[in-house]
């Protein structure tokens, strides 16, 4: 895998404290206890991934990475992907969940095991191990979960998890199956803390109600056992609305769900007010680095330096740093700070892909044509203004010769596209079609 690894592993016993420092722990069980754990020597430790869709989104790189952070500090990692939680989906505080076939699943969990591995190392002597939970529950019969699993459980205190009292009290109700789901997660910690002397489970702040079940299950059949969670904060914009959201919906790690350069793009899009907490959160970089560059968004914002170190190194590290250069190559392109000819064809469709577009048949067609039919104009007459006043530009060019400015086939890049360009930010793109 790629990333910029400037930050040593942290000693075991201090790992805390990295997470501490990078706001990455919302709340713990026994914090004193985790930290002696943790200090004493390896840890296994585990999170747990449900295949509710065909990718991982750009949300699940905090567990990831935080995998990763445990990982080298020397303590042990088991990535789940759950082929049987999958088959339930968690309870949403909405609605009831879209069960998918057992088919589709098992695709999704291969899928999402192919994501997931190139962060974690498995070799040496605290290597990482790929787990399912399906593993411990297809043969488990009805009777034997109620009897061995099921009676440590209490109504009460599985009604007052809020995605379940949420839906007890919305009029779509909850079913008994994805009521259930919280026993499973349990059985889970319970499985592998027997199979892999896993005593520590990590996951999001939202989940901190499953976590605990876990650890409660735990106590009941092997009160002997001494396990933790430890739970990450949710990360959201500056308005409060959840990260990794965009108006196209979620950003996708899969690449043909979501290109390397609308990933890149929405990190460099990032509010000023927190790109330092996405830096400590989901880059390697060191606390000085971290504080120049946060230094810059506060004095520079309009130079995007933090942001665009921040979209380079995760865009490397999920797509590796040959895509990641194409793509930041491409951004600045688009912008008159690059060649847009020496842009491989997919890397320039997928950054005009993001852009407003208008489809036009193949032949010549007047620059005033390109502004309305893109939207960068509202009319003719505005075109004619921009035109006149120089605002406009074709392929990164300066349109100088006024309203008689045309173009055509000749001026294809790639053989398809236009670039059209209105003042210094507003772009949009033209595709030509047909004979």
Known sequence: MSTEESVPPAPAANVLDELTWRNLISTSTDEAALRKSLGAGPVTYYAGFDPTAASLHIGHLVQILTLRRLQMAGHRPLALVGGATGLIG?????????????EVVAGWVERLRSQIEPYLDFTGSNAATMVNNLDWTSGLSAIEFLRDVGKHFRIGRMLAKDAVSARLNSEAGISYT?????????????????????????GGSDQWGNLTAGIDLI????????????????????????FGKSEGGAIWLDPTMTSPYAFFQFLLNADDAKIVDYLKVFSFRTAEEIADLGESAATRPQAREAQRALARELTGLVHGDLAAGRVEEASKALFGGGDLTGLDGATLGDALAELPKAQLPRGEHTVIDLLVATGLSNSKSAARRTLTEGGAYVNNTKVTEGESATVSTSDLLHDRWILVRRGRRQLAAVELVGE
């Open 178 to 202: 994805e009521f259930s789901y919280q026993i499973l997660q349990s059985m889970d910690f319970l499985e592998l803390n027997r199979r892999h002397d896993c005593t520590l489970q990590i």
């Open 90 to 102: 968690d309870p949403r505080p909405t609605a009831e969940r879209v069960l998918n076939s057992p």
């Open 219 to 242: 106590h009941r059949v092997r009160p002997e056992q001494t396990v933790h969670a430890l739970a990450t904060p949710l990360i959201t914009k500056a308005d409060g609305s959840k």
